[in-house]
């Protein structure tokens, strides 16, 4: 056998390693990208960052006291500089996005937070409901967030059924005085394709 062909022959092998070695690391993970970010699927905050997108000072201060005292390990602490604007809530609240350290996603409003997994499929939104001032007050308000698929969320309340559309991924819904949160149904979401689901 001449050189050249021994030469041919060890590139082939060489290179057969090579790509049997990527493929096994590749397995493993120590190739693969990072872990789905918290904001993927949500097109509205899946975007750089904008002067808008920065916390009122209250909340910034609110949010540093919780990561000061101690989160959940499963939680983490927020990534305040990584805050995006979602939208205004029937009571002139700003409605903001926060990641955290545990890849979590948090849904912050002055004074109210729910934090939890990314969407996905299987649970495309968020929900938040509050009622500070009980019965005969404002009404409760149920908002969240939804991924880019969700046209709608609907609820029962006190017997009632009630749709919210979803645009730029966020709905709210502002109950009256006479409702309960007790008496607002799981929502059901529906699909731009018109298919519908539990929220999860």
Known sequence: MNRILQRALLAVAVASLLTIAASAVASTGVFRKAATSPIAGIAAIDRPQTP?????????????????????????????????????LP???????????????????????????????????????????????????AYGAALDSVASVSFTTEGKARTVPVRHNFFAVQ????????????????FANGQSQPAG
């Not at 919780?66 to 939208?87: F, T």
């Not at 609240?93 to 004074?111: A, D, E, I, K, Q």
């Open 175 to 190: 109950g009256k005085p006479t409702d309960t949160t007790e008496g607002l149904s799981a929502p059901i979401v529906t």
């Open 52 to 88: 808008v997108d920065t916390l009122d000072a209250r909340t910034a201060s609110w949010l540093s006291n919780i990561d000061a005292m101690g989160r959940s390990p499963q939680i983490g602490d927020h990534r305040l500089g990584e805050s995006k604007r979602l939208g205004i």
């Open 91 to 141: 009571n002139g609240r700003v409605l903001y996005v926060v990641p955290t350290t545990m890849n979590r996603l948090c849904v912050v409003s002055t004074t109210d937070e729910s934090c939890g997994d990314p969407l996905s499929e299987a649970s495309p939104i968020t929900l938040t409901i509050v009622d500070p001032d009980g019965l005969g007050g404002t009404g409760p308000l």
